[in-house]
């Protein structure tokens, strides 16, 4: 049974270990790189599972392992802005993925946004799944500016 959560103090130890699992996995899909987020000290990692900052972490467990992650930053118009979403490859084709978007979707007002390299298939496929669509806007990858990101957007009902 997988459990889907936010993170705790507590849990700083899995948040890293996911957040660099996901970053080594797919280097190129987040605006942070492996090597800046594996600087971090244990401080920061502790005062992001504690939610001291903005972005807030969901985290999906199996047992006591994070095999799962997503983030979410709120912007200037109170849209969430989705970050950081993973899945452990041993997890994906499961509802795992899809149960970490419904749990940022249960706290968002009237729209969350990502951006997507729409030449990830897998994930643009998910995303469109899961009720987002293409918006005709784009911008650089922050950690690899050569990639071209597309951003989506989910509205509530």
């Known amino acids: 049974m ?20 996901a970053l080594q996995d797919a280097p190129t899909a987040f605006g942070v790189t492996y090597a800046s987020a594996a600087a971090y000290t244990d401080d920061a990692w502790r005062d992001r599972a504690a939610r001291h900052g903005k972005a ?50 249960a706290h968002a007002g009237h729209r969350i946004l990502l951006d997507v390299a729409p030449t990830n298939a897998r994930a643009s ?19 690899h500016p050569h990639i071209q990101l597309q951003k989506m957007a989910w509205s509530k009902g």
């Open 2 to 21: 997988i459990d889907i959560r936010y993170t705790r103090e507590e849990d700083w130890p899995e948040l890293k270990r996911v957040r660099l699992a």
């Open 56 to 105: 807030r972490f969901i985290l999906a467990f199996d047992g006591a392992e994070a095999v799962g992650i997503v983030g979410y930053v709120p912007n200037a118009q109170r849209e969430l802005e989705l970050i950081a979403m993973w899945v452990a490859p041993s997890h994906r084709g499961t509802s795992t993925a899809a149960r970490l978007v419904d749990a940022v979707k």
């Open 125 to 143: 496929a998910f995303y469109q799944k899961q009720g987002f669509a293409f918006l005709p806007q784009w911008e650089p990858l922050e950690s």
